[in-house]
């Protein structure tokens, strides 16, 4: 059964920092690249950040370059993110999901998700 689990989300205040998981089972994790998407209220949602299978080489759009971090760990099936500078903007329930392709990061390239873990930047 092909679970991704994300873990630390919160209520943070802007500025702050964070650090997000998601645990992977059930499937060949080193064979898929791995990205993190967030969707905030009446929003679609956007990929944030992918992480290559093949090569580690790592992706971010311009709205969260410098500020987010993809890492990943194939002994422990885990990716992280940590997210720094946190903005109210960044506020959003934040998935993980496993797929083929990793960047351009686009939803329909990742066959499996999470159900996500809700950031709330806010003072």
């Known amino acids: 059964q092909v679970q991704l689990v994300e873990s630390g989300g919160g209520l943070v205040q802007p500025g702050g920092s964070l650090k997000l998981s998601c645990a992977a089972s059930?499937?060949?994790?080193?064979?898929?690249?791995i990205a993190w998407f967030r969707q905030a209220p009446g929003k679609e949602r956007e990929g944030v950040s992918c992480?290559?299978?093949?090569?580690?080489?790592?992706h971010y759009p311009d709205s969260v370059k410098g500020r987010f971090t993809i890492s990943r760990d194939n002994v422990k099936n885990t990716v992280y993110l940590q997210i720094n500078s946190l903005k109210p903007e960044d506020t959003a329930i934040y998935y993980c999901?496993?797929?083929?392709?990793?960047?351009?990061?686009?939803?329909?390239?990742?066959?499996?998700w999470g159900q996500g873990t809700q950031v709330t930047v806010s003072s």
């Open positions: 059930g499937f060949t994790f080193n064979y898929y690249s």
């Open positions: 992480i290559a299978n093949y090569d580690n080489s790592t």
């Open positions: 999901a496993a797929g083929a392709v990793c960047y351009p990061i686009r939803t329909y390239d990742y066959d499996f």
